[in-house]
């Protein structure tokens, strides 16, 4: 009998809140990279059938042209929807400990707030916080293509047909 071969899957979806304001820098060959992590909450009946919740803490990295966009366009509280894969890295640390982290490594990241442009200005609206009156005035409002696929590469987009 032949030897089956179990096939090679690495993808994750997650979707959750910023803890924190995105870390951005660049590597030595000046490569874009951030990391950041998110809260991705669940809920569920526990034995008594009363609504639980738990949180799950996730950490991204995204980079090149990606990590530019979440740079710009992040900051704690911010919703997102990450598609990537599970990457594992070690190091050592300034104590001399061995370290190592689990993380999502971003392939395509939906932002999920939604901007509008009022007046020419563009600003983040953030659903329930952030709720435009009756009594304003809103000259012009244009929602932005938040969209992830815009920010791949052609080589990134033709991995993904």
């Known amino acids: ?35 950041f992590s998110i809260a991705s909450n ?10 639980q919740e738990d949180v799950c803490y996730v950490g991204i990295v995204a980079w090149n042209k990606l990590a530019e966009s979440c740079r710009d366009r992040l ?3 911010s919703a997102v929807l990450v598609d990537g894969e599970l990457q594992s890295r070690s190091w050592k640390s300034d104590e001399g400990h061995n370290r190592s982290i689990v993380e999502i490594k971003a392939r395509r990241i939906q932002f999920l707030n939604k901007r509008v442009k009022m007046n020419g200005e563009e600003t983040e609206d953030h659903f329930e916080e952030d709720v435009i009156s009756d009594e304003e005035v809103i000259e012009s409002v244009d929602f932005t293509d938040d969209s ?14």
């Open 1 to 35: 009998m032949a030897d089956l071969k179990m096939p090679e899957i690495n993808y994750v979806i997650v979707a959750g809140n910023l803890t924190k304001d995105p870390v951005f820098r660049q590597t030595t060959n000046s490569t874009p990279v951030v990391n």
């Open 42 to 51: 669940r809920k569920y009946k526990d034995s008594t059938n009363q609504w």
């Open 75 to 77: 900051k704690k509280g």
């Open 148 to 161: 992830f696929d815009k920010f791949l590469s052609s080589e990134e987009s033709d991995l993904l047909k």
